[in-house]
């Protein structure tokens, strides 16, 4: 379904989705992220790539697994906390931000069902905005796979034509979304599809990062993995851990208990994002850490993401938004360095 | 749809004390508190939860052929080995599983299985042990090879005393002590004296990295082929079913794809165990 949308009745289509819950980008303080918005009619759809990606609404940073009482320890009781099923929207979608929650869904749904992200994203209905500029300028979606209007993972993908936004349903609770309130929605005219073409082309070229022969770097990774490569591209790193937890398919997470009060026992078991920069992410109970240093840990981040995850997924698990290239405070650089392995010789 | 995090209670029936000191290990014996379906194969692990202290994977050390018990042989580690190790029986604790690959057995039927372990590396393999054993008739020779540091660091001492009536099986302690009868010197050692035969068989290692990897060494200086060799590998776990992203060895995840694997197998990923 494809339909336009004038810009003033955005505010009343989301008045009509008020059996949503609606998140969307806010704006606190100097940086945008999604959050939960108490006054549809106040969001606005200009904006530049958020701090954290959408993952964080699906996939929270910390959230509650079970809780735990007991008065002696013959005696537990276990009670699961299990997310709500409360139908939500989240708007204002950048492709790539898409295409990782289509990545994350792979993940936390194959094998054993992560229950607590497939609740949230069963009931979540999303709704992207095309990047007719690149938000960022290390912005690279188009050498991974990606496009600034990719609607992979999208329920619905909208493209801002000026005074009125493209429209055009992906799946069919997107649709559905658009039926609600179909009042709202004309039909496009045929100039109005060329010029929908016309800006999606023009957005590609405004793209400045740009990874050469990605395929090949993703089967060179495993002959360069034991060499030297890795000491000199990690050596500035100071384990801050941003790089991860600003991405929108790092996935990695840690378990622990927290105690609320220890007789009588009550506490809960939560999950927290964890990061594969981090020394003791995988160092043993006994003091052996697999992965010791700095080289192996930026190493596997680089590798998870363009060659094991490809190996088991046949895709790239970087979706090329940027994040972790603006944010890392030492300028380590994903496009920079797989140049490098690009041209790297033994 | 099950939800894969939240455990089952299970109360301890009994626990033995297997070695004291600095690297104390004991043997638990669990039952559910309700009745659940915890099918199993050997080298299989479970996540057991002491709520309030976390997580621990540890291996499922008794066979699938019993039913009214799980057991698990841990040793005093971190936070939540130590507190199993002050639990007592009664005490309850929680139980999710089974996971990981386990043994191929059934392939391995008609085969003389040489089992060679170290340490509490014994624990995994006491599964397939007990197994083979009580369906000798599907197996040729049973062979047993295992060592620790010192006759004191040894488990199942009086299990292992039964089972020499029933299979052959080499001892060994790191140093000399002044009653000890058998092998003096490191497990690959023992390997290397005992000389166990290729022809149809296959070779089980589990044991501290070093072991395993002289081990290896050893076997194959016998005529084993990397197929012929199987071992486990140990990484740290969180989540158990392949979400939480720490346990992997190049693409595998070592909680879901491991941690059973052949020689052949293990040697063509990256070395990160
Ligand atoms: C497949 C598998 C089978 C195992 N079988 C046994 C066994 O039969 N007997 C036994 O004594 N030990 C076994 N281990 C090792 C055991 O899991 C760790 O010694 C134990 O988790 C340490 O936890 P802790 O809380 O005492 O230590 P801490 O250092 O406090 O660890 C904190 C947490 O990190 C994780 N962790 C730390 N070290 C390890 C590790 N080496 N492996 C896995 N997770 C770790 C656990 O979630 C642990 O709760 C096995 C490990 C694996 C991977
Ligand atoms: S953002 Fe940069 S400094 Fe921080 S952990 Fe990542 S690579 Fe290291
Ligand atoms: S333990 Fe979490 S992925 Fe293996």
């Known amino acids: 379904m494809q339909m336009i949308l004038s810009k ?20 606190s303080g100097e940086v945008w992220s999604y959050e939960l918005v108490e006054k549809p009619e106040n969001i606005i759809l200009d904006y530049p790539n958020t701090i954290i990606p959408p993952k964080k609404v699906l996939f929270p ?59 949230r994203k069963n009931q979540t209905i999303l709704v992207g905005l095309a990047c007719n500029i690149p938000p960022s300028p290390d912005c690279f979606c188009t050498s991974v796979g990606g496009s600034p209007y990719s609607k992979d993972g999208l329920d619905i993908l909208m493209t801002d ?25 004309n039909d496009p005219e045929e100039n109005v599809k060329k010029e929908l073409e016309k800006i999606h082309l023009e957005s590609e070229k405004k793209i400045k990062r740009y990874i050469k022969d990605i395929d090949k770097i993703s089967s060179k990774l495993p002959e360069i993995f034991e060499t030297e490569f890795w000491d000199k591209e990690s050596l500035s790193c100071i384990l801050c851990g941003i790089c991860t937890y600003s991405c929108p398919v790092c996935h990695c997470f840690d378990i622990n208990d927290e105690v609320i009060c220890t007789f009588p026992l009550k506490g809960k078991r939560v999950r927290t994002w964890d990061n594969c920069q981090f020394p003791d992410f995988t160092m043993h109970s006994s003091g052996h850490n697999p992965r010791p240093d700095k080289a192996s840990r930026l190493r596997q981040r680089i590798m998870h993401k363009f060659n094991y995850f490809n190996e088991n997924c046949m895709e790239l698990l970087c979706t090329g938004c940027g994040r972790c290239i603006s944010k890392c405070p ?17 | 749809m099950k939800n894969e995090y939240i455990p089952k209670l299970a109360r301890i029936v009994s626990i033995k004390e297997e070695v004291d000191g600095q690297r104390a290990i004991k043997t638990f014996r669990t039952q559910f508190v309700n009745k659940e379906d915890f099918s199993f194969k050997c080298g299989q692990s479970a996540m057991l939860s002491v709520l309030g202290k976390g997580e621990s994977m540890i291996s499922v050390s008794s066979s699938p052929l019993i039913n009214d018990y799980l057991q698990f042989s841990i040793l005093k580690s971190g936070r939540v080995t130590t507190a199993l190790h002050e639990m007592e029986p009664g005490d309850v604790i929680g139980i999710r599983g089974p996971y990981g690959n386990g043994f191929p057995i059934e392939d391995w039927k008609g085969k003389n299985l040489i089992f ?6 014994l624990a995994p393999l006491w599964s397939i042990v007990q197994t083979a054993i009580t369906k000798k008739e599907e197996y040729k020779d049973l062979l047993l090879i295992y060592g620790s540091r010192t006759s004191k660091d040894l488990v199942y001492k009086e299990e292992l005393e039964e089972l020499k009536k029933k299979m052959t099986i080499h001892l060994s302690v ?17 390997v290397m004296d005992k000389k166990p035969l290729p022809e149809n068989a296959i070779a089980v290692t589990c044991g501290p990295p070093v072991m395993i990897k002289f081990v290896i060494k050893a076997l194959n200086d016998l005529g084993f082929k990397d197929d012929q060799i199987y071992t486990t590998v140990e990484n740290k776990m969180k989540c158990g079913i392949g979400k939480c992203g720490r346990c992997n060895i190049g693409s595998h995840y070592i909680c879901k794809n491991g941690p059973v694997y052949s020689w052949a197998v293990l040697k063509t990923l990256p070395q990160e165990y």
């Open chain 1, 61 to 119: 940073q910390r959230e509650v697994l079970l809780e735990f009482e007991s008065s002696s320890e013959q005696e537990i009781k276990l009670k699961e906390v299990i997310p709500e099923e409360t139908p939500s929207v989240i708007f204002g979608i950048r492709s790539c931000d898409a295409s990782g929650l289509a990545k994350l869904e792979k993940i936390f749904k194959g094998g054993f069902e992560d229950l607590y992200f497939s609740k």
């Open chain 1, 161 to 185: 034509m000026g005074d009125e936004y493209y429209v055009e349903s992906v799946t069919e609770e997107g649709e559905k979304l658009i039926e609600s309130a179909i009042g709202l929605f």
């Open chain 2, 116 to 121: 060679i372990g170290g340490g509490i590396g």
């Open chain 2, 174 to 190: 790191d140093n000399k002590e002044p009653d000890w009868k058998e092998f003096v010197g490191f497990v690959p050692n023992n």
């Open chain 1, 330 to 346: 030492v300028g380590i650089d994903i496009v920079e360095v797989l140049e490098k392995v690009r041209v790297y010789e033994k």
């Open chain 1, 8 to 27: 003033m009745n955005f505010s009343s289509w989301l008045k009509k989705l008020n059996s949503y819950r609606i998140f969307a980008p806010v704006k």
